[in-house]
């Protein structure tokens, strides 16, 4: 059963088509890379499955349900969340407090006026952390953390949201290699352990062959290929795209 | 009909002059980014400038001479300004300039004051033009027709400028692209610097010309500036075409408007501006400010009080509680007025700093709580407890429709609008006589007997003004103040885990006004009348410095601002008949050498716990 299903969504900026007629699904505990070169759009798809641009056409359907044109915040209430290519977090905060704000969003107490927020779903909020391996620095203003250390940041407050479908746009760029491929290792654990299904962008070929599960490739707005990896890089459309565009593929073969 | 004619054409002529003021302000904005609130004290100047040098002067010549005399000793001056002054500021928040300028306001007002005197200068004719031409039977000046031909020439000559000379085209280039500026490199300073000298000119010249139709005088500044921020933001900031369109919208809708609600004309120009700014939120012909300016450094996360802390206010809380034993009426009178500032501080700080909406007209809710109160009073005979609960009810209802417009816009366009939305009050106020006696004010307000003793009254605001400020506070950390800053921080984010920032924004300035009107309440008893100044540009500006004083970045910053800026206020009023002056000095002095306010100064000084430091270092 799938859980996500993209239906012809289409995007143009002005005259650049960034997104043309996109079709795919995603299944239930699925960890579905979406891959393609610079500019091909894979950004643009993300902001219009979680409501941030309203598409020119085509639809979006979580089980069942119409999401096509409503505002990422119904969206991610319906069940979506979403973490961002270029990090967005709160810097007046610490790290603690970052994901105590989803969770108070979660349980819809944004217009209590009253208590301190602090002190609410403290344990939940260190329990995530401990999960990313974030809880001994729970307590530094998220301003001033590490680039890498954000992005776990970033996943717990995804996390913290439950949802059912996660989406994390570039969710390693700016770590060290070694450091990619734990995050990875530990987003595919999490997720297989509360059974979400993961749409992710990802630059590093390496953590996308280690962990998709089935992979689809956008090129210039299209769709040009999708399928479970061995199938997609031996593709010759796909080697093209990306011999032609850079290296990461010679970059896996080598490795 | 020739009587419509012959507005219509006052209307052209007003328009002009309101062009050669806005192009100016329009042009410094699109090349440096600095809003200046300083525009109309060139504007006045001028007007000073020329009558004096045309008393010198003689003949023919000698007008036009004084008028071009005028125009280039502004353009200097202003040059003066980019030097000393608007260089240092480029980098800072959009605040800091306002506020910065807005200093440089007081201190002209001061020296003009001293220089000319306080009273209006009635100047030469034009000559040549002091005769009047008959337009379908009426009689109008000849003098208006050559504005009327003015405006459309200066815009001619402008584009000529811009599209055909080297200098034009740089001009140009940076006001669209902000990176090409940086660009520039040694060459920027220059541009910048001649900018100035172009748009402090054309306020210079404007001014000038003003000096045969109106007597100079000490309101000029304020008034035209107001005016030209109205144009500049429904043209869209940085468009001189949009200048020209709208200088021409207000100046009819100023010279029909007159006709139709004589009373309300100031509030039928803030209207439109209200309309087109929720219909097109960067003006008629203006384009979307690319990059919201980085503001401030990030702010350390808000913590509760610490146990030394939370002693400290019950000391200083059992100071204030016996402190009617120990001293006379004199100084229970100036701390309720502390009090009443401190809450109206506070209230602004709420909406300013975790809110993130900087309001230039607070005043209109402290306003409309002293009005609330004073209106019950006057026409209904309410007391005392009545008239305080209808002030934070008349303010939150104020905040609550203006607001509604204020949320939907930021930076700069939120600044203009509240400041717009103050002048409505303002000029309701001021205008509507029969309602609330106009300049008169509304006399006769004062406490019920039992608070009618200055302890009593002590009392009651320390209550009064300590719980509103313990509510902000208690909010400040609740989920809900939570929400509002993270609105503030990352509004991408809010928006994708849920949070309805634009109405926590909403909420949070609605509270914000009905804590200002709270304090205008007790301010309007603590007084014992209500004037239209309460509502003055001064006003929101006051609580802006003690705000600014005390540290945006901080959460006793509006408290401690509210008390060293009334002492001082106090101490300059009895010292000096220059106190303007002083306070412009004063603000300018904050802005450049201690932007983070008291409390911030004080708790960088203060040892820290260990390894903040090296954070604060990582955060650089
Ligand atoms: N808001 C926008 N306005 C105009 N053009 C846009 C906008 N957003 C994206 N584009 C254009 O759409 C195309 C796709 O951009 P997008 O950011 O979706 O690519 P991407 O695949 O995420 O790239 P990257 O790997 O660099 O993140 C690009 O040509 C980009 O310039
Ligand atoms: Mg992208």
Redesign the interface.
Known sequence: MSILQVRDLTKSFGGVQAVRGVSFEVGAGELLALIGPNGAGKTTCFNMLNGQIRPDRGSVTLEGRDLTGLSPRRIWRMGVGRTFQITATYASMTVRENVQMVLLSRHRRLFDLWRPAASEYVDEALDLLEQVGMRPQADRPCGVLAYGDVKRVELAMALASEPRLLLMDEPTAGMAPKERIELMALTAELVRRRGVAVLFTEHDMDVVFAHAHRIIVLSRGALIASGPPPVVRDDPDVQEVYLGSGAMFAKEGAA | MGFLVAQFLSGLAHASSLFLVAAGLSIIFGVTRIVNFAHGSFYMLGAFVAYSLADRLSGALGFWGAVAGAAVFAGLLGVAVEVLLLRRLYRSPELFQLLATFGLVLVVQDLALAIWGPEDLLGPRAPGLEGIVRILGRPFPQYDLLLIALGPAVLGLLWLLFHRTRWGILVRAATEDREMTGALGVKQTRLFTSVLFLGTALAGLAGALQVPREAANLQMDINIVVEAFVVVVIGGMGSVAGAFLASLLIGQLQAFGILIFPQVTLVLVFLVMALVLVVRPYGLLGRPQAVPRAGHA?????A?ASQGARIAWAAALAVLLALPLAVGDYALVVLTEVFVLALFASSLHFAMGPGGMVSFGHAAYFGLGAYGAGLLMKHLGAGMVPGLIAAPLAAGLGALVFGWFCVRLSGVYLAMLTLAFAQIVWSVAFQWYSVTGGDNGILGVWPAAWAAPKWAFYYLSLVLAGGGIYLLR??I???????L??GR??P??S??????VKR?QW?AFTLSGAAAGLAGGLYAYSKGSVFPNLISISTSVDALVMVLLGGVQTLTGPIVGAAVFHGLETEMVRHTDYWRLLLGVAIIAMVLVFPQGVVGALERLRPRRPGQAR??A??R
């Not at chain 2, 990030?298 to 808000?302: A, K, R």
């Not at chain 2, 928006?495 to 309805?500: L, M």
Request: hydrophobic residues 40%.
């Open positions: 990030p702010e350390t996360p808000i509760p208690r909010v950390f609740s989920p809900f103040g939570y929400a800053r993270a921080d990352s991408l984010r928006d994708a885990i849920g949070i309805p926590h909420a954070e604060e990582v955060a």
